[in-house]
């Protein structure tokens, strides 16, 4: 008989606002906080807010005119760099207790440890090591956590998500059969992970409303409806699941893409936006430069206006050659760009992705380039990228980043779209 596996799914309550809380001196579980930058319009997403905010009913990522006006409350500008930080010495203290082997990073306030051969080492449960872990990083960095336990990856996730914010120490275990007995008539079915609300559309027209109808469904219905991503469906009702962590720390993608994008400030006249796609496309090749990469082919999606409510435009162009030069690479996307954007409709989203990348290794040279012409580019886009790498991303600029519409020189400044605080 199989041993069973025990897993601890951990999660940083409210994470970037407790982080702020901590950083003020105050308590994240009383205090009034949401991290979300003033410079922006009411209209930005609040990043975290701290749980006496979602007491009162105000929900997690609202926009920041959402907060009732008779609430009282801080407002944190983000400093990603600050919670880069400090997630990093949360992940020394999960290594206090388990190998980097047995983690599972799975977001820089969530992650998954298998303590399956650590509870004979240490002579403790997995409750045990769950509550010496949540403890010891409440020690350290102030930070709250709450722990799911499962005997699979999929429960101790929903054992998280569902139970252990029930419980009074933040913790919840969940076996496959404690997961049948308590949570088959469990609704919304949106608290299950992967479980969106187009799939739960899709089932409540069905007349399924809860993990237990999708077990007692007739599989072949649910294969008809959802293709093969039924049979993540029904093992998740079942509470089954197979995959492990070194199972996910093995998984190598047959295919592999780079991508750039973003969501501009205000809307950019057809010009400004072209602006925006050279300079995108032109960081995306310093990108390529950096893994050793080349691609063959560029897809490129941009969004209008959203008071047009028009569909993207979106082309992919191939180029002759595999490369990550930007001689190359930045005329190709920017004559896409002139061929699938209506240039009377102002642009406000920018998507750009280097479409099946390779190691350059593989690249040949066209016959229409001369290769010391291209070495020539690499030589240089190489000292660009050492400089950047040794004195900061904006240490060199190009004449277009200084352009009054550019954005890369505040984009440089930012970690995952936000500032990083330094």
């Known amino acids: 008989m199989l041993k069973s596996k025990y897993y601890l799914c951990i999660d940083l309550k409210s994470f970037y606002a407790s982080v702020e809380c901590v950083e003020r001196g105050l308590d994240p579980m009383t205090t009034n906080l949401v991290v979300a930058d003033p410079e922006r319009s009411d209209k930005t997403i609040c990043l975290a807010i701290t749980p006496s905010m979602k007491a009162l009913g105000i929900r997690n990522r609202c926009r920041v005119f959402e907060i009732p006006k008779n609430i009282e409350y801080i407002m944190a500008e983000p400093r990603m760099q600050l919670y880069i930080d400090c997630s990093a010495e949360i992940y020394a203290v999960y290594l206090r207790y388990v190998s980097k082997d047995d983690i599972h990073v799975y977001s820089i306030d969530e992650a998954f440890l298998d303590v399956t051969r650590y509870m004979a080492l240490y002579n403790m449960t997995a409750r045990e090591l769950g509550e010496a872990i949540i403890a010891e990083i409440l020690k350290k960095t102030g930070v709250r956590a709450a ?40 609704k919304p079915l949106t608290d299950f992970w992967r479980v969106g609300a187009g799939i739960a559309k899709k089932l ?50 047959k295919t592999h893409c780079l991508s ?3 969501v501009l400030m205000r809307d950019y006249k ?69 061929r699938i954007v209506n240039a009377k409709y102002p642009v406000r989203r920018i998507n750009i992705i280097c479409n099946h990348v390779i190691p350059e290794g593989y690249a040949q040279y066209s016959l229409f380039d001369a290769p010391e012409n291209l070495e020539r580019n690499r030589m240089v886009q190489s000292a660009i990228l050492n400089i950047k790498k040794k004195y900061g991303k904006n240490a060199i600029l190009k004449g277009i980043n200084l352009e009054e519409a550019a954005t890369t020189l505040d984009r440089n400044r930012q970690i995952g779209g936000h500032k990083s605080g330094d």
Request: with cysteine; net charge negative.
């Open 270 to 338: 057809f010009e400004e936006g072209k602006l925006i796609v050279k300079e995108m496309a032109d960081l995306l090749c310093l990108d390529l430069l950096d893994k050793g990469l080349v691609t063959g082919s560029i897809t490129l999606h941009v969004g209008y206006s959203n008071g047009l409510h028009l569909e993207p435009a979106r082309g992919t162009a191939s180029l002759d050659t595999e490369s990550n030069s930007d001689k190359v690479i930045i005329p190709a996307v920017a004559a896409l760009y002139e």
């Open 204 to 253: 409540e027209n069905m007349g399924i409303t809860t993990m237990g109808q999708i077990a007692e469904t007739n599989e072949d219905l649910l294969y008809r409806m959802f293709g093969i991503d039924a049979e993540l469906l029904i093992d998740h009702a079942w509470g089954r699941e197979s995959t492990t962590i070194s199972d996910i720390k093995a998984y190598r993608s």
């Open 147 to 186: 722990c799911g336990i499962g005997t699979n990856l999929y429960l101790a996730k929903i054992a998280l998500d569902i139970t252990a914010k029930h419980s009074p120490d933040f913790i919840g275990y969940l076996d496959e059969t404690l997961y049948r007995n308590t949570l088959w008539n469990h």
């Open 260 to 262: 750039s994008g973003q």
